[in-house]
């Protein structure tokens, strides 16, 4: 079973603060992503990346960075945190040669901006 | 670019009847389909994958059927239980490579 963690698990911020995120995988996996799911709703692409030292941006990058210093890790950075960016984040890794491109999620991170 | 529409947004159901999701998308060179769990609290976990063209898959108490002609993407809980309570996603990949279009998730509730 593919694995995946992510730390904090959850955090407090203040607005104006910097925030990153981490993400850790332990699968092999060339694609790693970051989501946003905002209360009662689907899951929205911030930025992704298919191999290290390089990212791509996904459908809402605004206010967001993104690192990946080796294939296993990948960060998402808030420079200047804002009370829109509360929201649950989710990382996850995908292998397109195996598994039919399945992405395995990470347990999440709660991330409230005050 | 790909978009998912998932229905309903909401649906309640009694205990032993049936629960029914429907997605639909736009691109008629997605290939690979996803259906994902979320309980409350948690992270989203693989219930089923598809890519042929016209599949039903079955797993533990439900049904998946894909029409690429249609280009529908169903979920179908048989015998609906408390514990199915949760969110429910749909996922498509698109053409582009290793990117993954999400339905907006329906919650439901079963009712003992």
């Known amino acids: 079973e593919a694995a995946v963690t992510q730390s904090p698990r959850s955090k407090v911020a203040v607005t104006g603060g910097k925030v990153t995120l981490s993400c850790h995988q332990t699968?092999?996996?060339?694609?790693m992503y970051w989501y946003r799911q905002d209360t009662g709703h689907g899951l929205r692409l911030i930025h992704y990346s298919y191999v290290a030292d390089s990212t791509e941006k996904g459908d809402i990058p605004d206010g967001y960075k993104a690192s990946r210093p080796s294939q296993e890790n990948f960060s998402l950075i808030l420079e200047l945190a804002s009370l829109s960016q509360t929201a649950v984040y989710f990382c996850?890794?995908?292998?397109?040669?195996?598994?039919?491109?399945?992405?395995?999620f990470g347990p999440g991170t709660r991330l409230l901006v005050l | 670019g790909e978009q998912v529409e998932q229905r309903p947004p909401h649906l309640s159901v009694r205990e032993g009847d049936s629960a029914f999701i429907t997605c639909t998308y736009t691109d008629p060179n997605s290939y690979y389909f996803f259906w994902y769990k979320q309980e409350p609290g948690a992270s989203l976990q693989l219930l089923m994958k598809v890519f042929s063209s016209t599949e039903i898959n079955e797993g533990q108490g439900f049904t998946v059927l894909l029409n690429k002609k249609d280009k529908r993407l169903s979920l179908n809980l048989t015998a609906a239980h408390p514990g199915d309570s949760a969110a429910y996603f749909c996922a498509v990949r698109g053409s582009a490579l290793g990117r993954l279009h999400f339905g907006a998730g329906t919650q439901l509730i079963v009712i003992p």
């Open positions: 996850a890794s995908s292998d397109y040669r195996v598994n039919q491109d399945t992405q395995y």
């Open positions: 699968n092999n996996h060339d694609y």
